[in-house]
């Protein structure tokens, strides 16, 4: 008997006993590839509760694991203004506090956290964890206080990162006197993230110093030897020679007149010596400038993502959009690092402890550029040419403030009496020509119909997601719309059009 046959969502055909036995593999609960009792075949042996290594290779092999080595790549001109540039590319940005649900008690959430924030200072607790992303990683404390029954965010130091490690199972550890392999902290104290390793097995991470060392070594060392040619180019070298009999004094007199050239207008030396000066061969100032140059220009790529804003010419191939900017790109990431790990630890915990019952809050930075107003309205006003409007919610929503529909004239009844500082004007209507005439009529009579043909079309346009779903809409109802109003309206129309044509013949004679 032929086997029945099951088709999965991947499309793959396979008979019902192998479907069978795939369900009946259950899954694994358990973590298998565990960095802890020797499973790490990178690390070997490591044991849970001793403190483990970072893996950042050039933080081992060039400083021992010390991060000084790190905090040295600062003193460098260009690491400080573009990594200074980076963040402050971040605190500039609004901050906002959105409930986690529309509940009264979630936003009363909300506003507790937006209240803990403001007591804090949260910018300038933001700035000083960015430099986890220099580092790898950031550590804070939280002081925590009463206030009546509610348990409130007294403060968050920011500690340094060098007095803290981490064991086999990724836990955070003290390192003290007393306890230098590291000390348990308690938990719900301590506000820590890790960014930029490839991996989850490395709990130090890897920051942007891993990639700035290099460049900076390379360029100090440069400047050292650039420091030493521009000595040799500017002072010629000086050379003193002795007679084959000279005694050691005299030797050393003439050493200590060639030091003397140096800074003195003037020396004296014994009869018999000479002293020449040897100028220096090249000429110009060698490749240090050029490496001096593409080093810093590593430096900007490393941490700002491009070079334009760094050394940019203004007004030059777009640049001046560049000037002074950081890749939005980099400021979202960071702001989305700082607050994510703060909404999962911090802000999580408070509202566990004051409004059990609550959504969490989140805190979120505003890194998207607000749309010219101006460009937005002209956009649209092309738009409402082509035959569209846009809705009432849309225009609040984009433009803010309170707005109302501008309602049209009532249609049908008797014409108002024209008030008197018009009345000319309308007597002088009356003497319009007959064409023009019957043209105003048409489209007074004509506007009942045409104000339910709009309706039923604005309503489609309010209810369709998108141009193209509302363009098929108009073509799928077009049939329906109720055409014998306009059409007896069209009709009478024409036939006063002909009345008056033979009128205007019968009188002219022609």
């Not at 042996?45 to 001793?50: R, T």
């Not at 960014?195 to 991470?205: I, L, M």
């Amino acid at each position: 008997m032929a086997a029945d046959y099951v088709q999965l969502n991947s499309g793959v055909v396979i008979t019902e006993a192998q479907f069978a036995e795939m369900a009946s593999v259950r899954p694994e609960l358990r973590e298998i590839a565990t960095t802890l009792d020797g499973r790490d075949i990178t690390r070997g042996y490591v044991d849970p509760l001793a403190l483990a290594q970072p893996q950042d290779s050039v933080l081992m092999t060039r400083a021992a694991g010390d991060y000084n080595a790190y905090r040295e790549l600062l003193r460098d001109d260009q690491v400080a203004a573009t990594f200074h540039q980076r963040r402050l590319a971040v605190i500039s940005r609004e901050w906002e506090v959105r409930p986690g649900g529309e509940r009264r008690q979630d936003k009363a959430a909300a506003e507790f956290l937006r209240e803990q924030l403001d007591h804090i200072r949260w910018d300038a607790v933001t700035d000083k964890m960015l430099y986890g992303v220099f580092y790898g990683h950031a550590v804070a404390e939280c002081l925590w206080a009463r206030d009546g029954r509610q348990v409130v965010l007294d403060a968050v130091r920011v500690r340094d990162r060098k007095r803290f490690g981490f064991d086999g199972r990724g836990d955070l550890k003290l390192l003290t006197m007393a306890k230098p392999d590291g000390e348990v902290l308690p938990e719900r104290k301590f506000w820590f993230f890790q960014t930029g390793a490839d991996h989850d097995d490395d709990p130090y991470g890897m920051g942007l110093a891993h990639w700035l060392y290099w460049p900076v070594f390379f360029k100090r060392n440069g400047i050292k030897f650039w420091l030493i040619f521009l000595e040799k180019f500017g002072q010629p070298t000086s050379v003193g020679r002795y007679e084959t009999n000279a005694t050691p004094t005299e030797r050393a007199k003439l050493l200590q007149a060639l030091r003397a050239i140096t800074t003195d207008s003037g020396i004296s030396i014994p009869q018999g010596m000479e002293i020449e000066l040897l100028e220096a061969a090249r000429s110009g100032t060698g490749d240090y400038t050029a490496l001096y140059d593409h080093m810093d220009r590593a430096i900007a790529k490393v941490v700002l993502g491009q070079v334009a804003s760094t050394e940019g010419t203004p007004g030059k191939l777009g640049n001046e959009e560049l000037q002074q900017d950081v890749r939005l790109d980099l400021v979202k990431a960071d702001a989305d690092l700082v607050c994510d790990s703060f909404n999962r630890s911090v802000a999580t915990w408070l509202t566990q402890w004051n409004y059990p019952n609550a959504a969490t809050p989140r805190v979120w930075r505003k890194t998207e550029d607000s749309e010219d107003l101006n460009k937005v309205a002209e956009r649209e006003k092309h738009v409402f040419d082509m035959g569209y409007k846009p809705t009432l919610r849309h225009v609040q929503d984009t433009y803010g403030g309170e707005w109302e529909t501008i309602q049209p004239p009532p249609s049908g009844g008797p014409e108002p009496e024209p008030a008197p500082e018009f009345a000319e004007a309308a007597r002088a209507a009356d003497i319009l020509p007959p064409a023009a005439q019957i043209a105003g009529r048409l489209e007074r009579e004509a506007e009942p119909a045409m104000a339910e043909w709009l309706a039923r079309i604005e309503a489609m346009l309010e209810a369709a997601d998108s141009l193209e779903e509302f363009r098929e809409m108009l073509l799928t109802a077009y049939a329906d719309l109720p055409e014998a109003p306009l059409a007896g309206v069209l009709g009478d129309a024409l036939e006063v059009a002909e009345a008056a044509g033979r009128f205007d013949v019968e009188q002219t004679g022609a």
